[in-house]
Structure formats: structure tokens, C-alpha cells
């Protein structure tokens, strides 16, 4: 098992009490292989417990990326909300941090030094 | 608007130095000084900012603008004075553009500008209107909820229409030096200068869409430049340089920063800042078009440059963003150090013992959040739990009834002698009780709508 950090990066933040989470591959490889694994589903199952009703999913394959947009899912948002994390910031780093099977072909996916 | 002193007619450089209300006050300064810039955007209004500057309007009509800027504007005096093609657009007119203009023109005389003008933009408060909007049938539903307005109109405290580039653009063809709005798109900042300067047609869609793109990676400052970077070690953002559109008349633009500052422009800074807050990212809703961010492709041409060609768009909607913000109540948070052992068990004992203590004297809050923040509390469940040799004990409450919020904020210091062994760092006093401001996303018909561009 890898962390899906070591394929892609990503940046996330509110939208009033929903987020959206940008999960972007460091080359076509991961993006391929990241959007077949990573469904609308496992998203949602991942993020459950924060109490996220749906959970859609878009493609910008210009930049290889998948953007996740998580309704309801700041507990209120950046006025209401009594979590730390009210807008949501923290959501990417937490999504790179799920553990994924390695996939056969792992090195043409890593990160290439900018 | 003629074309600056290090550019040409079919080049502009547009930098951003502010992200947010609170944001580095020395990036303005750095990037007139080093920017070779022909337009400096400043942008200061985050949603909830507006209700904020609304109360304070309605206690002193003189004030319900960003104050920040009018200090950056004094520091700014002396490139202004060197610089005199440097124009400035800024959202920082808040609540009382007319009001901000006031005071821009009182600096920019103190500094012997006396022939720069300021363009103000108005017409997006819809406050006064909206029982007048109302009867006329606008109904203001709730873009998430799809619920009336009635159901919160009387704790209105500000409502506002996001406008778009062309008064912007308007008010620099009519000479403006600085232009001063209040709720604008943020891409507007961007798109309207550079409108402006080529004079692209407002249904010049993919034209439009190049200003929105560039407009939306620069507008939370140094986002675009390295901050928030998941690969942050690879760079230095102590002294993180803001970033610089070069825009073309063609709408092919890059983004890079001042040379010898600190921060990264790169694919990976770029795509991040691509994507933040978007939702569909092939229609990106703004009053002058939908952006379709899934056009651009990004090229990396030298260090810290990166270029964006080919983004396409499509015709914007028929209707204006409208931002309400309305009373809903009270709310207070504190934080305790807990020592371990038992650091997170110890922790949630003195928030339940504390919110059980507020229950005993009738004055439990509606809404209450617990917190052990190292011990993966900051997205329960999602994290993996740990045990930490201390957290931070983190207590919310939220409630109508301001009474029951400020006993709340009384009830946390006793914890340092009455709770467990091992509560410390109780030093800032008593929690703060604060007014919450909730959020209502709405749309109007943008033939409802006058913006009003005045030159003085």
C-alpha cells in the first residue's frame, strides 16, 4: 500500500458549507489510473463521518486533475461552523493521505521534480 | 488607457498584492517597487467581510470600508509618485466605496497627486433595495436550501450583487487612476483592466475567460506563488514574492512573480490554484462569462514563469451572484493545554465536564463541539487516531441566546484548577463571545441591476 500522496498533489477549500477537494496527478500515468480508482463513492465513504450528503466529481485532464465537491460537508461552513478547519483547508492533505494499493506500474506515476 | 511605462499595446502586467482583509501588508509595496507593473489589484472582501463592514457603516456612515488599504495607499505615495502610469483597482470600497474615495483622495493629496483620479464603483448593495426588489418578485431563494427569504428577512445586515468587469473597465476609459469598488467578482479586479487596455468585446468569450483564468489564479495573493504548495519544502516562503500576470492582447497570458523573491511558480503551484474553490471547473460562473478552466494548457518556460494559452469560454448567464448575510446568533471557542498521560481521555473529561457544568445551571448552548486537536480531531474520523504526549482541548458553542455563550466563556478557566492534573496554557482570558453571520447564496436577474461608475 501506498499513500496517494506519492502520486499526486492537490489543494482544497470552502464553497459556503460545502468544499471542494482538487486531487491533481503528477503525470498521465496516475491521472489514468487515479480516475479509475478514485470513484465518487470511496470519496464519500472516506469523508463519512463529517457528515457529507454527496459528493460529485470532475475532470480537468488539462492539468490532470480530479476535483471533488463535497456538499455539506463543514459542519455549517466559515460563519457557523465550531470545527478548527471551518473552510475546509485541511481536506486535501487528509484525502493524500489514503492508503491505495501500489499500482504495477508506480514509477511512471511518481512525482518528476518541477 | 494608454499603455504603461514597461509595457506595450498589446502587453500588460497586472499583479496582485492582497488576498484577503488581513493579508502581508508589505506585498503592495514590494510589488509596485519591484513589479514593473501597469495595474495593481488589491482585493479585501471575503464573503462574510461585507456583514462586518455593514454594522460598522450603520454606526458611522464616514466608515464600512477596508481601512488596510488606506495605509497601504500612504506607504504606496512614493512609487505612485514615480510611477505615473501605475494605476491601483481595489475592492476595498466594501460597504462604502464613496466613503473609501474620501479618504483615498485625502492621501493621495497628502503626497502631492492631486491630478490622479479615482474611479468609484457602486451599485452592487442591494441593502436599501430589497423590499423594493422583493415586491417587484425577486425572490431571493436559496441557491443550497432552495428556502424563501422571508424565512431570515428581518435579520438582514448586508446584501450584495457580485459585479462584473465592465464598470471597471468603464471607469478606467474615463480616466481613472484608481478605481475603488465595493462586491465585484474578484476575477473582475483583472479581467476589467485588461479589458480595458485591449479592448476586448464583452461577448469576446475567450478573451473573457483568459482575464477570469488569470484573474482567479492571482486573486488570493501569494496562493498562486507557493503558498498552500503541497510540495512547500521545495521552496522559501519567508519572503514569498506575490504573483504578476503579463497579459496579451490575444488573452495568451503567464503568471510569474518579482524576480528575487521567495515562493515557487510552477505546473504544480498553478494547477492547485487552478482548481481552488471551483466547482464544475468547465463552468466557472462569473458575471462576464462561464470560464471553462479545463481549457487552458499550462506551459513551464523558464524558472518561476508559466504559461497559460487556449482558454475558451461561453456566454455569460442572465444573472448576477447576490451575498446575504444575516444575524444568526452567538458563538465562543477557548482552548486549554492538556498534558498526558492520557493526554486525549483527560481532554474530552474537561469538555464534557465543562458543557455538563453549563447544563447543570440551565445554560447548556444548542450547539457544542469537542475537540482534542493532536489526537486527529480536526476531521474526526477521517484521521488516524494517535496518542500524543499533549493536545489542545478546543470547546465551541453556538446559540441564539448571548447569555448562555458568555457563561459559556466563564466556565473555562476553572478547569485549570477543579479538571485533572495536567491543564495548562490557560493565558489569553476569557473566550472572546462573538456574532455570527451566516451565509445565504442567491441569484437576481442582472437587468435589476444598475452599476454606477462615477470619476472624480
Known amino acids: 500500500m501506498i499513500p496517494l500522496s506519492m502520486i499526486a498533489h492537490g489543494r482544497s477549500g470552502d464553497k459556503g458549507n460545502h468544499a471542494n477537494v482538487a486531487v491533481i496527478a503528477y503525470t498521465p500515468e496516475g491521472f489514468a489510473w487515479m480516475s479509475l480508482f478514485l470513484t465518487t463513492d470511496r470519496v464519500a465513504k472516506y469523508f463519512q463521518s463529517l457528515g457529507v ?3 460529485e466529481r470532475f475532470e480537468a485532464e488539462n492539468v490532470f486533475g480530479l476535483n471533488f465537491l463535497l456538499r455539506d460537508v ?7 461552523s465550531m470545527r478548527s478547519d471551518t473552510q475546509g483547508k485541511t481536506l486535501a492533505l487528509a484525502l493524500l493521505r489514503m492508503e491505495i494499493e501500489s499500482p504495477p506500474n508506480l514509477d511512471a506515476m511518481t512525482r518528476r521534480r518541477p | 488607457m494608454n499603455h504603461g511605462q514597461w509595457t506595450t499595446d498589446l502587453m500588460m502586467r497586472i499583479g496582485n498584492g492582497c488576498g484577503f482583509w488581513g493579508d502581508n501588508i508589505d506585498a503592495p509595496i514590494e510589488l509596485a517597487a519591484k513589479g514593473r507593473l501597469d ?3 488589491l482585493e479585501y472582501l471575503a464573503e462574510l467581510t461585507m456583514s462586518i463592514l455593514a454594522l460598522q457603516k450603520a454606526k458611522d456612515p464616514q466608515s464600512g470600508f477596508a481601512t488596510d488599504f488606506i495605509d497601504v495607499l ?3 505615495g512614493p ?16 460597504m462604502n466605496p ?8 485625502s492621501i493621495l493629496e497628502k503626497h502631492g497627486l492631486t491630478s490622479r483620479r479615482i474611479g468609484i464603483v457602486s451599485g452592487d448593495d442591494l441593502l436599501s433595495r430589497l423590499n423594493e426588489l422583493l415586491a417587484a418578485g425577486h425572490a431571493f431563494t436559496n441557491l443550497d436550501t432552495g428556502a424563501s427569504l422571508e424565512t431570515i428577512r428581518e435579520r438582514v445586515v448586508s446584501a450584495n450583487a457580485y459585479l462584473g468587469s465592465k464598470p471597471i473597465a468603464d471607469a478606467l476609459s474615463q480616466g481613472a487612476d484608481i478605481v475603488i ?4 467578482a474578484d476575477a473582475a479586479l483583472t479581467v476589467g483592466p485588461a479589458a480595458n487596455r485591449f479592448n476586448w468585446r464583452w461577448d469576446d468569450w475567450d478573451r473573457l475567460c483568459a482575464g477570469t483564468t488569470a484573474g482567479h489564479m492571482i486573486e488570493c495573493g501569494a496562493q498562486a506563488t507557493g503558498g498552500l504548495w503541497m510540495n512547500w519544502q521545495d521552496c522559501d516562503l519567508a519572503n514569498v514574492g506575490y504573483p504578476i500576470v503579463e497579459m496579451q492582447a490575444d488573452g495568451s497570458f503567464i503568471i510569474t512573480k518579482p524576480e528575487g523573491t521567495g515562493g515557487a511558480v510552477n505546473i504544480e503551484t498553478v494547477s492547485e490554484q487552478l482548481l481552488y474553490e471551483v466547482g464544475d471547473p468547465a463552468a466557472y460562473l462569473t458575471p462576464d462569462v462561464v470560464a471553462d478552466f479545463t481549457t487552458p494548457t499550462l506551459t513551464q518556460k523558464s524558472k518561476d514563469v508559466v504559461e497559460v494559452q487556449g482558454c475558451k469560454g461561453k456566454p455569460a448567464t442572465d444573472t448576477y451572484k447576490v451575498s446575504i448575510a444575516y444575524r444568526d446568533g452567538f458563538a465562543a471557542s477557548g482552548t486549554l493545554v492538556i498534558a498526558g498521560p492520557d493526554a486525549a481521555a483527560k481532554a474530552r473529561r474537561c469538555g464534557d465536564m465543562l458543557l455538563a457544568r453549563l447544563d447543570r445551571v440551565g445554560a447548556k448552548p444548542r450547539y457544542s463541539h469537542i475537540e482534542c486537536l493532536g489526537a486527529g480531531d480536526s476531521l474526526p474520523g477521517v484521521l488516524p487516531v494517535v496518542n500524543s504526549p499533549e493536545v489542545v482541548l478546543r470547546v465551541s458553542v453556538r446559540d441564539a441566546d448571548k447569555k448562555k455563550v458568555e457563561r459559556f466563556s466563564k466556565e473555562f478557566a476553572p478547569l485549570v484548577t477543579s479538571g485533572p492534573p495536567g491543564v495548562t496554557g490557560y493565558t489569553t482570558g476569557r473566550p472572546s463571545v462573538r456574532e455570527v453571520f451566516a451565509y445565504w447564496p442567491t441569484l437576481i436577474k442582472k437587468d435589476a ?3 454606477e461608475v462615477t470619476v472624480i
Do not use: E
Open chain 1, 74 to 80: 463543514l459542519a455549517g461552513g466559515a460563519s457557523q
Open chain 2, 449 to 451: 441591476i444598475r452599476p
Open chain 2, 39 to 41: 495595474v495593481l489589484t
Open chain 2, 74 to 76: 500612504d506607504r504606496l
Open chain 2, 79 to 94: 512609487y505612485l509618485q514615480a510611477q505615473p502610469k501605475l494605476k491601483i483597482v481595489t475592492n476595498a470600497g466594501g
Open chain 2, 98 to 105: 464613496h466613503g473609501c474615495a474620501t479618504k483615498v483622495k
Open chain 2, 181 to 184: 469598488t465595493g462586491r465585484v
Open chain 1, 53 to 55: 450528503t454527496k459528493v
